[in-house]
């Protein structure tokens, strides 16, 4: 967590609040203080204030942290007033409807893809992304739709903050393996995860531009090369990009973030 220590106590009690919510269920003290670098005392004190404040809710009778309820309300709100989702929403039912495949909408935040929708398959196949989840940009068939699109400066920026870990054999593992791939991906207007990031899981994708060019997100068909090939995913390319331009229409004139690349 020593990331957060650059900015003092508000860091650290960021990077607590994410720590505890990044295990996925209720944890005890001594489960947060194996992977906390704070010192007992310190972390002790956060955890107090947090529950004080409601962003986390303890279980006396457990002994165990989870989010609290301002904690939900503020990320509803966040998710209301900055993401794509709210207006996404009907377009994201019309292609799940109509296709039966499984829909993805992300954003770009920090280098890393933030999934902020999700329909799933007539015939739901288990991957790792779910709303809410963060996936790396380098290897994700939205990220590289939205990594395409960044003027160099932040694509440079971007690069930077990648892991370049291999997942697959597929994996792109250098940032210039990646760029040589970007221009296609401007020609084109899609991006394909080839099993890069998980084994058998293919998608296609599209970036959702504004009238800039700029990427606002971006949206992907996935599935399993136990269902399809990519030859089979390049055929949704045209309700993709129907999509991507409803959406960036009516994301016209919302005070929404561009996808952000901290320096």
Request: hydrophobic share 40%; with cysteine; aromatic share 6%.
């Amino acid at each position: 967590m020593s990331a957060g220590h650059t900015d003092g106590t508000v860091g650290k009690a960021l990077g607590l609040l994410d720590m505890v919510v990044g295990f996925g269920r209720p944890v005890r003290f001594v489960e947060v203080q194996q992977v906390s670098d704070m010192p007992k005392a310190t972390l002790y004190r956060l955890l107090q204030t947090l529950t004080n404040q409601r962003m986390l809710s303890y279980d006396e009778e457990r002994s165990t942290y989870q989010p609290g309820l301002r904690l939900v309300q503020l990320a509803h709100s966040a998710w209301r007033q900055v993401t794509l989702a709210p207006v996404a929403r009907p377009h994201l039912d019309a292609l799940s409807a109509k296709l039966g495949e499984t829909v993805h909408l992300a954003q770009l935040d920090g280098g890393q893809v933030l999934y902020i929708d999700k329909r799933n398959a007539t015939r739901p196949i288990s991957m790792f992304s779910d709303a809410g989840k963060i996936g790396p940009g380098y290897c994700t068939g939205v990220g590289k739709a939205m990594l395409a699109y960044l003027p160099e400066a932040e694509l440079a920026r971007a690069l930077s903050q990648q892991s370049w870990f291999g997942h697959t054999e597929h994996t792109h593992t250098t940032p210039d393996s990646l760029r040589n791939e970007l221009p296609d991906i401007r020609r084109t207007g899609i991006s394909f995860d080839r099993e890069e990031h998980e084994p058998t899981i293919i998608c296609i994708a599209v970036p959702i531009l504004d009238a800039t060019q700029r990427p606002l997100g971006a949206m992907s068909i996935t599935s399993s090369t136990l269902r399809h090939s990519l030859t089979d995913l390049e055929r949704f390319a045209p309700d993709l990009h129907a999509t991507a331009s409803a959406i960036a229409r009516d994301a016209t004139g919302l005070s929404l973030p561009i996808n952000t690349v901290i320096a």
